[in-house]
C-alpha cells in the first residue's frame, strides 16, 4: 500500500520527522471543530451556542452518589467493579436494554448488545469491520461531524443518502440518525423509514442508525426506530441489516462515556473482537452504576430533561424569529439539541465565527464542517440545550446583529 508521505532517509542524530512517520490512517486525522470550540465554554462573557452539551444541572448527581455508595459499601460488588470485566458488558445492564426493547416487541437477547465507550466508539468500531478503503458510505448532508471522524479512518468515498432511493447499489455503509439529527435536528417521517429499509436491502446496504436524540422528543414519541421496524417486518433482527447505536449522554450524563451497540449476533461477536483489541471492556464501575440509576430515576427524570430542552428550543426559535434579518432561514426541530441556520450566499460560516467571538462574544459552529467535502460554508449550527432562555435571546441578538451588519 502507498503511503500519503513516504518517510525520507535521516542522518543519524537528526531529529524525526513525524510527519512522515504516521501511518496514511494517521495522516488523516484532523481536529474536530466542535472540540476546539468546547475550551471557549471557560471563557468569561461568551455565550456558547457550540457544543451539544447537556445541562450539568440536570445530572441526576445525588442517585449517581448514592449508587457508587451503595457499590464500594459491598466488598462483593466494589471488587468487581474495579477489576477487570468481560468485553461485550456488564450484563444485567445490557439485560436492561435489551427488555427495554421486547417491552417495545423486539425480540432481542443480551447477545445482541455490545457496551461501548459512548456510541462515539460504536461508530468507530463499525467504520473498521465494515469499510476499507475507497467503500461507498452514504449519509445525510450534512451529518453529524463525529460520525464523519469516526468513519473517515477507512477512507471511504462519500455519497448522499439519497442514493439509496435513486437505486444505487455500490455503497457498502449507509449511517442515519434518523431522529433530531446533529446537526440540523430534522427527523425521518415513518414511511421515509420504511423506504430506506426497502431501498437499503434492494442494494445490499448494512444501516446504522444513529439514536443519540431519540429520548428528547418534544412534540411527541418518535416513530419507530428502524431496527423495530425491521424487525417486525422480518420477524427477528438476525434476519434485518441494521445496526443500532445508543447512548446514556444524552439523558443521564456524558462523562461516564456509556453507549451500546445493537446488531445481529455475528455482527456483535465481531465487534467484540475489535473492543478487546482497542479497550478490553467499558468501565465496570460506570456500567454498575448505571443499571442502578436508570432504574432509579424513571420516566420522570426524561419527563424533566423534555420539559427543560423544549422550552430552550421554543426560546431559540422565538429568538431567532425577532433577531434574523431577512434571508436567514432555520430549521424547526420537534426533538434533541440543535437548530441549523442557512446563511445569505457569500457569508462564510467560519469568517464568521471569528468575528462573533471577537466581537459579540458568542459561538456557534460553522457548517461546512458537517460535509464531507466542506460544502455550503454559508450554514452553521446552533445549540440550545445548556443556555437558559434569556441567555438564548441575548446571544441570538448578538449573532443577528453581527449577520446584519456582515452582509
Not at 458510505?137 to 477512507?155: C, K, V
Request: net charge negative; charged share 20%.
Amino acid at each position: 500500500m502507498t503511503r500519503l508521505n513516504p518517510p525520507s532517509r535521516q542522518s543519524a542524530g537528526e531529529p524525526i520527522d513525524w510527519s512522515a512517520a504516521f501511518s496514511a490512517y494517521g495522516q488523516r486525522a484532523t481536529a474536530s471543530e466542535i472540540r476546539e470550540l468546547l475550551k471557549l465554554l471557560d471563557q468569561p462573557g461568551i455565550i456558547s451556542f457550540a457544543g451539544g452539551i447537556p445541562d450539568p444541572g440536570l445530572f441526576p448527581v445525588e442517585i449517581l452518589a448514592k449508587a457508587h455508595a451503595r457499590i464500594f459499601a459491598d466488598p462483593t460488588r466494589a471488587a468487581a467493579a474495579l477489576q477487570y470485566s468481560v468485553s461485550e458488558g456488564y450484563p444485567p445492564l445490557r439485560e436492561q436494554l435489551a427488555q427495554g426493547w421486547r417491552d417495545q416487541g423486539v425480540e432481542l437477547s443480551i447477545d445482541n448488545i455490545m457496551i461501548t465507550n459512548g456510541s462515539q466508539q460504536a461508530l468507530d468500531l463499525i467504520g473498521r469491520l465494515f469499510l476499507d478503503a475507497g467503500d461507498r458510505l452514504l449519509s445525510a448532508r450534512p451529518t453529524y461531524l463525529g460520525a464523519l471522524q469516526a468513519f473517515n479512518g477507512q477512507a471511504p468515498s462519500h455519497g448522499d443518502l439519497a442514493e439509496l432511493a435513486a437505486g444505487r447499489a455500490d455503497a457498502k455503509l449507509a449511517y442515519v440518525m434518523p431522529d433530531f439529527a446533529n446537526p440540523t435536528g430534522e427527523s425521518i417521517g415513518l414511511n421515509e423509514r420504511h423506504a430506506l429499509l426497502a431501498d437499503a436491502d434492494a442494494a445490499g446496504v448494512v444501516v446504522v442508525e444513529d439514536a443519540a436524540y431519540v429520548s428528547l422528543s418534544y412534540d411527541g414519541e418518535a416513530p419507530a426506530s428502524l431496527l423495530a421496524l425491521e424487525s417486525a417486518s422480518k420477524g427477528s433482527i438476525e434476519a434485518g441489516r441494521v445496526i443500532h447505536c445508543g447512548t446514556f449522554s444524552k439523558t443521564v450524563v456524558p462523562g461516564l462515556r456509556v453507549g451500546w451497540v445493537i446488531a445481529p449476533e455475528p455482527v456483535i461477536r465481531k465487534l467484540v473482537l475489535l473492543k478487546q483489541a482497542a479497550d478490553l471492556h467499558t468501565s465496570t464501575l460506570a456500567q454498575m452504576a448505571l443499571s442502578e440509576v436508570i432504574d432509579a430515576i424513571g420516566q420522570a427524570h426524561i419527563v424533566r430533561l423534555r420539559e427543560t430542552y423544549s422550552a430552550r428550543r421554543d426560546a431559540m426559535l422565538a429568538a431567532l424569529e425577532r433577531h434574523m434579518p431577512a434571508g436567514v432561514n432555520w430549521t424547526r426541530p420537534k426533538g434533541g439539541m440543535f437548530v441549523w441556520l442557512d446563511l445569505p450566499h457569500g457569508v462564510d460560516g467560519a469568517e464568521l465565527l471569528a468575528r462573533a467571538i471577537e466581537t459579540e462574544r458568542v459561538a456557534f459552529v460553522p457548517g461546512a464542517a458537517f460535509f464531507a467535502d466542506g460544502a455550503k460554508p454559508n450554514t452553521l449550527r446552533l445549540s440550545f440545550s445548556l443556555n437558559p432562555p434569556a441567555a438564548i435571546d441575548e446571544g441570538v441578538g448578538r449573532l443577528g446583529r453581527l449577520i446584519r451588519s456582515t452582509r
